[in-house]
Antibody, heavy 120, light 107 residues
Framework: QLQLQESGPGLVKPSETLSLTCTAS??????????WGWIRQSPGKGLEWIGN???????YYNSSLKSRVSISLDTSKNQFSLTLRSVTAADTSVYFC????????????WGQGTVVIVSS | DIQMTQSPSIVSASVGDRVTITCRAS??????LTWYQQKPGKAPNVVIY???TLESGVPSRFSGSGSGTEFTLTISSLQPDDFGTYYC?????????FGGGTNVEIK
């Protein structure tokens, strides 16, 4: 059964670029049945959707982050990645990767989450 | 963007109580409404998807209802393990959006 695992630096300096990778095991990111997404949660706050990607090449982003974010899929490595540019302290969050079956509309498999702190 | 508004923000109830949480959308999301439960330090888990479909393994005391712009998650008899924060999320259109969350506390 599918498992997802986030990886990447836990500390990023302000104005720099945050890069995270989500590695899938027990399933393939090539499947056209699913979207692959990133969601974040600032300390003590709610869930914020960042964006989704699909094997078709389609990508969708949060309107407030669109100018700074990109999500890509690497089927050869069975991974998908998040890049967030020009980070500030407001980007300090737990970042989750997750799978979304298009037929269900719900993120049904999640990674455990990775903490990213933006600080000099 | 479709805005999702949950109420109340906090529910404090006793074991055995019936608990109801509401989620309102700024425009119709048809039946594309999911409820998640999140416990501290953990990723969210699906409770209900497509308004009323119970996720596999979720107890039958959870139920969902509604249509269009107003939706309800009901816990028929609150149990100690039901504490946590509940979020609604729409899939009617991108960008996807979550409600602000409802914290369920056990008295």
């Amino acid at each position: 059964q599918l498992q997802l695992q986030e990886s990447g630096p836990g500390l990023v300096k302000p104005s720099e670029t945050l890069s995270l990778t989500c590695t899938a095991s027990g399933g393939s990111v090539s499947s056209s049945t699913y979207y692959w997404g990133w969601i974040r949660q600032s300390p003590g706050k709610g869930l914020e959707w960042i964006g989704n990607t699909h094997n078709s090449g389609s990508t969708y982003y949060n309107s407030s982050l669109k100018s700074r974010v990109s999500i890509s899929l690497d089927t050869s490595k069975n991974q998908f990645s998040l890049t967030l540019r020009s980070v500030t302290a407001a980007d300090t969050s737990v970042y989750f990767c997750a799978r979304l079956p298009s037929s269900r509309g719900a993120f049904d498999v999640w990674g455990q989450g990775t903490v990213v702190i933006v600080s000099s | 963007d479709i805005q999702m508004t949950q109420s109340p923000s906090i529910v404090s109830a006793s074991v055995g109580d019936r608990v109801t949480i509401t989620c309102r959308a700024s425009e119709s999301v048809d039946s594309w409404l999911t409820w998640y439960q999140q416990k501290p330090g953990k990723a969210p888990n699906v409770v209900i998807y497509k308004v009323s479909t119970l996720e596999s393994g979720v107890p039958s005391r959870f139920s969902g209802s509604g249509s269009g712009t107003e939706f309800t998650l009901t816990i028929s008899s609150l149990q100690p393990d039901d504490f946590g924060t509940y979020y609604c999320q729409q899939y009617r259109s991108f960008p996807l959006t979550f409600g602000g969350g409802t914290n369920v506390e056990i008295k």
